[in-house]
């Protein structure tokens, strides 16, 4: 089946303006995580959708970033008035509530490049 | 709080020797343990996990890693190295009821002929 899906696959935009990110789990994945990474700095968690429990907000950087799930799949990870420091690979992974050991599943990931 | 140490930034290994990736672990529990692998532009796939029982587990592409409790050590082993194994690889820490999972910062991996 289809795996996690992102788009846009590479983003270039200017300083200052805000950024819309998607992300499509595989289907029936009710777990979904965004992350972020940047270079030398290995993976950062910034959010996590549990169905329809709120959301684990605890590892976004600032209240720029902003994540909803429409839905309970599709999910968009939005940064406005960006930084040059926002600059990073954004990875969503997905995991299944069969999967007692949350095994998740990760998408391509979006660059996000802040000239 | 949780965390994953990967001392080693980068490794170059021979096509055909044995490889040992090392990673460190902190966490207050059980610890549920993980190594994936990045190739490039590609996305994470997991190589293989650490819940319980056998501390020696196998995963996929040849790959095994050994849980060392005492040690707080999960090392990631390969006999005999191809060079479609170059890669970035990422070892990573979660735990029964927590779905975040902490992420060291990663190996890169070069294989020379």
Partial sequence: GAGVSQSPSNKVTEKGKDVELRCDPISGHTALYW???????????????????APDKSGLPSDRFSAERTGGSVSTLTIQRTQQ??????????????????????????????? | ?????????????????????????????TPYLFWYVQSPGQGLQLLLKYFSGDTLVQGIKGF????????????????????????????AVGGFGNEKLTFGTGTRLTIIP
């Fill in chain 2, 64 to 91: 095994e890693a050994e849980f060392k409790r005492s040690q707080s050590s999960f090392n990631l082993r390969k006999p005999s190295v191809h060079w479609s194994d170059a890669a970035e690889y990422f070892c």
């Fill in chain 1, 85 to 115: 420091e926002d600059s990073a690979v954004y990875l969503c992974a997905s995991s299944s509530p069969q999967d007692r050991f949350y095994e998740q599943y990760f998408g391509p990931g979006t660059r996000l490049t802040v000239t």
């Fill in chain 1, 35 to 53: 992350y972020r990474q940047s270079l030398g700095q290995g993976l950062e968690f910034l959010i996590y959708f549990q169905g329809n429990s």
């Fill in chain 2, 1 to 29: 709080a949780q965390s994953v140490t990967q001392p080693d930034i980068h490794i170059t290994v021979s096509e055909g020797a044995s490889l040992e990736l090392r990673c460190n672990y902190s966490y207050g529990a």
